[in-house]
């Protein structure tokens, strides 16, 4: 059973960034996606960006828009969000999201508030 366990969350101003980490216990992590999700307060999750876990090729939504950057360290078992040039429309839960398979976790979530 993989457990995730999200962090770096926090309250930034506009133009700000925020690095969020995300480390996977378990089993260790082979193949499959590793994802970002958010979700706005009021709104359904949507994908941020994920990571095919082996190669590491990256895929970005639209909300990503240039200014997200997903990383891997597979030595730690770990995915990251660097976050710049954050909006009060990134206001919201990230959740870490890894897929394989018939198989999908979650994280508990980091709350990432943006104020004007």
């Known amino acids: 059973q993989v457990q995730l366990v999200e962090s770096g969350g926090g309250l930034v101003q506009t133009g700000g960034s925020l690095n969020l980490s995300c480390v996977a216990s378990?089993?260790?992590?082979?193949?499959?996606?590793m994802a970002w999700f958010r979700q706005a307060p009021g709104k359904g999750r949507d994908l941020v960006a994920r990571?095919?876990?082996?190669?590491?090729?990256?895929h970005y939504s639209d909300l990503a828009a240039g200014r997200f950057t997903i990383s891997r360290d597979i030595a730690k078992n770990t995915v990251y969000l660097q976050m710049n040039n954050l909006n009060v429309d990134d206001t919201g839960v990230y959740y870490c999201?890894?897929?394989?398979?018939?198989?999908?976790?979650w994280g508990q979530g980091t709350q990432v508030t943006v104020s004007s």
């Open positions: 999201n890894y897929e394989k398979g018939s198989g999908s976790y």
């Open positions: 378990g089993p260790t992590l082979s193949g499959g996606w």
């Open positions: 990571m095919l876990w082996n190669s590491g090729w990256p």
